[in-house]
T-cell receptor, first 117, second 110 residues
Framework: AQSVAQPEDQVNVAEGNPLTVKCTYSVSGNPYLFWYVQYPNRGLQFLLKYITGDNLVKGSYGFEAEFNKSQTSFHLKKPSALVSDSALYFCAVSLSMIKAAGNKLTFGGGTRVLVKP | SQTIHQWPATLVQPVGSPLSLECTVE??????LYWYRQAAGRGLQLLFYSVGIGQISSEVPQNLSASRPQDRQFILSSKKLLLSDSGFYLC?????????FGPGTRLTVT
């Protein structure tokens, strides 16, 4: 079984300050890890993924995330937050990217980010 | 380019009424398709997924069902809605390692 934990329901940060959204995972194998963002009443938008290779992955809108296998973490970061980054962020994990197996994602509970001007 | 459509965008239905939500994908072929439900603006629950026409896998036992009559069409149905079926329903498709989501349908059961 696989699971994802996002320990913070909400993160508050001032505009211009660094933003970190935490994610830890539990899988019995090598994980594929993802971050998505959701704005109010909208679908989820893909931000970035870790499949293999460099532990630091860069994604859309200036976001990046670091895969840490020993700590089973995949925290999302942005060096300088914008008010427009205020949204709901989801971390997700999958064990398989085989189409016939479904490519299913397990999502964390989400973290609401509020960036204040 | 690929796009994914869902309709209707919003729906208010009485308890006990039937439900049909539709999702279509353009610009790709033979995608994996998914239905999720999001309650109270938080976590996503995978309801069904499909790896091909007529192939449906259910993740959670409930009074909902899904069908895939065509390669790029995915339908979520219910014969009789419950209050607990209220939520935000999201369809998604898979390309390579990434899932792409539709705009969602807000369902309120009264």
């Amino acid at each position: 079984a696989q699971s994802v934990a996002q320990p913070e329901d909400q993160v508050n940060v001032a505009e211009g300050n660094p933003l970190t959204v935490k994610c830890t995972y539990s899988v019995s194998g090598n994980p594929y890890l993802f971050w998505y963002v959701q704005y109010p009443n909208r679908g989820l938008q893909f931000l970035l993924k870790y499949i293999t290779g460099d532990n630091l992955v860069k994604g859309s809108y200036g976001f990046e995330a670091e895969f840490n296998k020993s700590q089973t973490s995949f925290h999302l970061k942005k060096p300088s937050a914008l008010v427009s980054d205020s949204a709901l962020y989801f971390c997700a994990v999958s064990l398989s990217m085989i189409k016939a197996a479904g490519n299913k994602l397990t999502f964390g509970g989400g973290t609401r980010v509020l960036v204040k001007p | 380019s690929q796009t994914i459509h869902q309709w209707p965008a919003t729906l208010v239905q009485p308890v006990g009424s039937p439900l049909s939500l539709e999702c279509t994908v353009e610009g790709t072929s033979n995608p994996n398709l998914y239905w999720y439900r999001q309650a109270a603006g938080r976590g996503l629950q995978l309801l069904f997924y499909s790896v091909g026409i007529g192939q449906i896998s259910s993740e959670v036992p409930q009074n909902l069902s899904a069908s895939r009559p065509q390669d790029r069409q995915f339908i979520l149905s219910s014969k009789k809605l419950l209050l607990s079926d209220s939520g935000f329903y999201l369809c998604a498709w898979n390309r390579a390692y990434e899932q792409y989501f539709g705009p969602g349908t807000r369902l309120t059961v009264t």
